[in-house]
């Protein structure tokens, strides 16, 4: 199999040759120390743990951690955001190990420290990878500044299946657009270079590989998908994010081809290290290396052996390899060489994070001050703009600031869900909710709000799991304060503002608890109890707009033939209010656009665009007919395609053309397009360019981006956006694996989203 040589992998191979003399340095220092070191502290480097504690009380000599610590029986630990102070005595403690080797230090760092972005899908909205590579900076120099130099992000994994809870966390259907999302990620964590300074991080690419492809969304389910349609439709993020130089990655908890991946020899070595040219360790996820045995592939020796030479480096929480692998080792069952390859790995992270040097460079605690700056949270309500989607606009939005609005439902004063999962030190009352952006926005104006909540988030309250969010709850709202009013007391307080009001403002959608991990729903609606609070509202007879927050796309086909504006927010952050007032207001025009498609019944999941044709193909919007690939109650096409979203602009698109309408392979064409900016406002607008190879040895999707710019215009200004195509962008990995571009014809669509595309042909000769 060819190796895809991207720039990102050019720049970075010629910058490895510049740092050669580093490097033998690096090389020289990691021998000489392993050469002192027994196996046992070998193996204790591929070893990593949740920290579980925030404070260093629990830091007493019988605590199980220190004792390893001491021992040389840790290499990295993870936790919640302990305070630089806590981290400088468990640093302590490793540094007291045999050969006083340090401490990386881990966190979930995914979407902010603690000034907490929109949720990953909600960025990756943005289609703006500048905007994208700032806050993951952002990121960063707020986690290094808490004491941490790993984070456990970007999530990269491609999903088709909104049922999934954890497609939260990534960047939604699309290949190409996920693996610019990644390296975006990677180059804001890290830089664009090897060398780390004290706000650089080592970034995780996870979860390696597939896990959002969990059979019927299912979390952690097998994975049933061939080579070639992972390698077209599924790997490229992956394959990007190394191309990027990221430094580490975490292995899934799915399995693929039968083989669990984290003991996946064809995935962690062949294609991650052989094929992408990943040089960095590999950790288990959570548990992943012990899970093996429920997996059914052998006992905790075993699967810790078969993980071991399958490329995993550092096992998470098993305690599968200090607990077994010096076993295997006397029992032949591995080599020293596979235990050292592994222990050098880890080693060479920490010398480029430049530990050995200072063991304490990221935990000196000297600049806390950057956490929660103004500056970040400016950052911070500049994405959560971006990311909204105007899904569905009858002109009722802008809101007028003259107007009597009725804020209503259960997140339009809610804080802690405006978080969204996987928040880890996010500070619920930190956050800014809808009602507070608003009154904000009024001040001055004679415009008026009124709140309710209006209805609860659930019939019953959600247990708590993984997903839920960790963000702290500080009280904001104390819900157990006094006693509750019903359900339909909430409701009618809510209608009876309503009646009062020029236009109703219904924040409605999932809790934070209803996506993450170990969070799949097999009902994707908005919960019953709210859609009743809806139906009261319609009742009223008044103007609906309404705000959703969410993990994950929702059915929502009544809410969208039924209301007058719909804006998908997900959820976004410490700035969600102000953000949301910006847009609705018209302060900032709306830009995001969809990376998921949105079902319109569950029963269509698996859904994505870029989907093949079939020997009988039934046209999207099509209704119902006989023995073609459709469904007799619903037709194939999306509620809202990937790609799409409205502005409060409109823009108008012409003169698709070619510069020629033929290449040679080796040859180049320029894609021209005229955007219109046709509104009253200035806006932004991405710009996509679709391929489809006419025809071709193996099956090709009906559409695969290749390309997206996203341009500002002023109202009435246009632009030519061109985009270069060569035969790179036209490659796929044939049934024989080979990534070629094959002779012949291509359609070349370009558009506001996959649906409304404009085609030109181009012949490849
Ligand atoms: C999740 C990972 C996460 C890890 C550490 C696991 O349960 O799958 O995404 O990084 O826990 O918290």
Known sequence: MK?????????????????????????????????????????????????????????????????????????????????????????????????????????????????????????????????????????????????????????????????????????????????????????????????????????????????????????????????????????????????????????????????????????????????????????????????????????????????????????????????????????????????????????????????????????????????????????AREVAQESQVLLKNSGILPLSKDAKIALVGPFADNASDMSGAWAMSARASDNVTILQGIREALEGHKGTVSYAAGSKATAQPIGGGFGVGFTRNEGRQNANAKPQPTQAQMVAEAVAIAKRSDVIVACVGEPNAMSGEGSSRADISIPEIQQEFIAALKDTGKPIVLVLTTGRPLTIVWEDENLDAILNTWALGTEAGHAIADVLFGDANPSGKLTTSFPREVGQLPLYYNHKNTGRPHPDYDPYRKFTSCYMDVINAPLYPFGYGLSYTTFEYSGLSLSSDSMPMDGKVTVSVNVKNTGKYDGKETVQLYIHDVVSTSTRPVKELRGFKKIFLKAGESQTVTFDLTAEDLKYYNHALEYVCEEGDFEIMVGPNSRDTETVLLTVK
């Open 3 to 379: 190796k895809i040589l991207t720039l990102g992998a050019l720049a970075l191979a010629l910058f490895s040759l510049n740092s050669c003399s580093q490097k033998s340095e690096m090389d020289r220092f990691i021998d000489d120390l392993m050469g002192k070191m027994s196996v046992e502290e070998k193996i204790g480097q591929l070893n990593l743990h949740s920290m579980g504690f925030r404070s260093s009380a629990a830091l007493t000599d019988d605590n199980a951690t220190v004792k390893a610590l001491k021992e040389g029986q840790m290499g990295a630990l993870y936790g919640f955001g302990g305070s630089p102070e806590t981290m400088r005595q468990l640093q302590d403690f490793a540094l007291q190990g045999p050969h006083g080797i340090p401490l990386i230090f881990g966190m979930d760092v995914i979407h902010g420290y603690q000034t907490i972005f929109p949720v990953p899908l909600a960025i990756s909205n943005t289609w703006n990878t500048d905007l994208v590579e700032k806050y993951a900076r952002v990121a960063a120099k707020e986690a290094t500044a808490g004491g941490i130099n790993w984070v456990f992000s970007p999530m990269v994994d491609i999903c088709h299946d909104a049922r999934w809870g954890r497609i939260v966390e990534g960047a939604g259907e699309d290949p190409y657009l996920g693996g610019e999302m990644a390296k975006a990620m990677v180059y804001g964590y890290q830089g664009h270079d090897d060398v780390f300074d004290e706000t650089e991080v080592l970034a995780c690419v996870k979860h390696y590989a597939l896990y959002g492809a969990a059979e019927a969304g299912r979390d952690y389910n097998t994975v049933n998908l061939g080579r070639q349609e992972i390698l077209n439709n599924w790997m490229r993020p992956y394959a990007d994010a190394a191309a990027a130089g990221a430094a580490s990655y975490m292995s899934s908890f799915n399995e693929f081809e039968g083989i669990p991946a984290s003991a996946n020899h064809y995935l962690l070595t062949e294609l991650l290290r052989d094929t992408y040219g990943f040089d960095g360790f590999v950790v288990s996820d959570a548990t992943a290396v012990q899970e093996m045995v429920a997996h059914g592939i052998g006992d905790l020796q075993e699967v810790s052996a078969r993980a071991l030479q399958a490329g995993l480096d550092m096992d998470m929480n098993s305690d599968g390899f200090v607990g077994t692998l010096k076993k295997s080792l006397d029992e032949g069952r591995v080599s020293i060489k596979d235990i050292d390859k592994a222990c050098r790995r880890i080693l060479e992270a920490k010398y480029k994070l430049g530990l050995f040097e200072d063991p304490y460079k990221y935990i000196k605690g000297e600049r806390t001050d950057e956490i929660f700056s103004e500056e970040n949270r400016a950052l």
